[in-house]
């Protein structure tokens, strides 16, 4: 701090490093400018005997007021009048809670990165919206209607749909936690889209799958290995995800059988494949990076540089964490030099699976494929599903797909 000078008023303060977010006012306090208008917060001089001094502790009392700062900033920012800390539960309380369970689960493995990325969005939407500093019981139902308009305001239908599912799991968890004493209202407008609102925006979206031509167009044009990775999307419903974690072990190119259980549910599935998607493979392999990482040694496909074609980023804060998919870019641009309707993604070939298996009118060995939960009582019973009629669900897609010539680059297209 400056020293005072011969007309007995000392100097401001320069901020004590350059990202100090307040400044030194004339009057002895830190302000702050916030839309038009001057917020101050602790000082850095008082008058003595008539005089601007500076203050006793300057390092102690900056901090305060960095402190201060800090916990009405959220409130300042978005125009909310900023709430004094009281006694009880804050919404920030109850979100670091929520998200140190989650933190937990992500640890033993139970939960993926990419969906604590999801929880921890909601969370900061969540304070950013009521407040840090707001007192948990003060939220009425009139809050959630307005919270919810303003989700809407942001993002789509089925975003927003997310959005509410999430925040209204924090908000249970916190009852169920016993850190607030009854459940929050919040009142029967807080809802996610219905139906029919999703229906118009897959509508208004477009279709997801894709056309014979167009798979054909794409295996004629595409190199390896994002060839054989596009034929086992059409081949057994693969998605991205499926792909990039795909072990060799799980592979049987000499039976043509691939035995691996989705990923994000852990449901078995038994795909046999089709003599191309064997070709493919085997060429595919040649085309393989070598891995960095000794967890992904077993991987189908490794990039050149090393790394699974879908992973995530190796931060150590998981809310920094950050999914990196190799497939979804290389499928657009290949996509788009050939002119198909860009809107649809790599995953719309799984879309293509399923509308087209269904002709097989076998719906149980589709979702056996799939990987799909089957929530009915007969799937309790159920131990197993023959390979006959696995294969006449593929073998339905394959003649779909082109006629009964051998290999599907340069085949004809069925007419």
């Known amino acids: 701090m400056a020293n005072a000078t011969r007309k007995g008023k000392p100097k401001k303060p320069a901020k004590p490093y350059e990202q100090f977010p307040l400044t030194a006012h004339a009057s002895g306090r830190w302000c702050k400018k916030v839309a038009g208008r001057i917020h101050y917060f602790g000082r850095w001089g008082r008058v003595v005997n008539g005089e601007m001094t500076t203050v006793d502790n300057p390092e102690e009392s900056t901090q305060a007021a960095l402190n201060e700062y800090l916990d009405i900033r959220d409130d300042l920012h978005a125009g909310r009048t900023p709430r004094p800390k009281v006694d ?22 139970e939960l993926t990165a990419h969906s604590f990325r999801d929880y921890f969005d909601v969370c900061k939407l969540i304070a950013e919206f009521f407040g840090r500093n707001r007192n ?27 959005d509410i599912r999430v925040a209204r799991m924090v908000f249970q968890y916190a009852y169920e936690m016993e850190l607030i004493d009854k459940p929050i209202r919040v009142g029967p407008n807080f809802k996610e889209p219905n139906k029919k609102s999703k229906r118009k925006a897959n509508r208004e979206a477009g279709k997801k799958h894709f056309s014979e031509d167009e798979i054909c167009k794409l295996l004629d044009a595409t190199s390896q290995p994002l060839k054989a990775m596009i034929l086992l999307g059409i081949n057994c419903g693969f998605g991205n995800s499926d792909i990039a974690s795909l072990p060799r072990s799980a592979v049987d190119l000499e039976g043509g059988w691939i ?78 030099s050939l002119d198909i309707d860009g809107r649809r993604s790599f995953y719309g070939l799984r879309h293509s699976f399923e509308t087209v298996a269904g002709e097989s009118k076998d719906q149980v060995a589709v979702d056996a494929i799939m990987g ?21 669900v593929v073998d339905v897609v394959h003649d779909w797909l082109l006629t009964f010539s051998p290999g599907i680059v340069g085949a004809p297209r069925r007419v």
């Not at 303003?150 to 749909?161: E, P």
């Not at 939960?373 to 294969?391: C, F, G, K, Q, T």
């Open 259 to 336: 035995d691996f259980p989705r990923p994000k549910t852990e449901i078995n599935r038994r795909c046999p494949l089709w003599p191309e998607t064997v070709e493919a493979l085997r060429e595919a392999a040649e085309h393989r990076g070598e891995p960095k990482n000794e967890a992904d040694a077993d991987c189908v496909f490794i990039t050149k540089i090393g790394h699974r074609f879908v992973r995530t980023n190796e931060n150590e804060s998981p809310e920094k964490r950050t999914r990196i998919d190799s497939i979804g870019p290389a499928f657009k641009r290949m996509m788009v």
């Open 136 to 162: 948990v019981s003060d939220l009425k139902a009139i809050d959630f209607s307005k919270f919810r308009a303003w989700l809407s305001s942001k993002h789509g239908v089925h975003r927003l749909a997310k």
């Open 372 to 392: 799909h939960v089957d929530p009915s009582m007969a799937s309790n019973y159920r131990h197993s599903i023959s390979d006959e009629r696995l294969r006449a």
């Open 88 to 109: 009880g539960v804050s919404v920030a309380d109850i979100c670091n809670e929520f998200l140190s369970a989650k933190q937990d689960r992500l640890d033993s493995g």
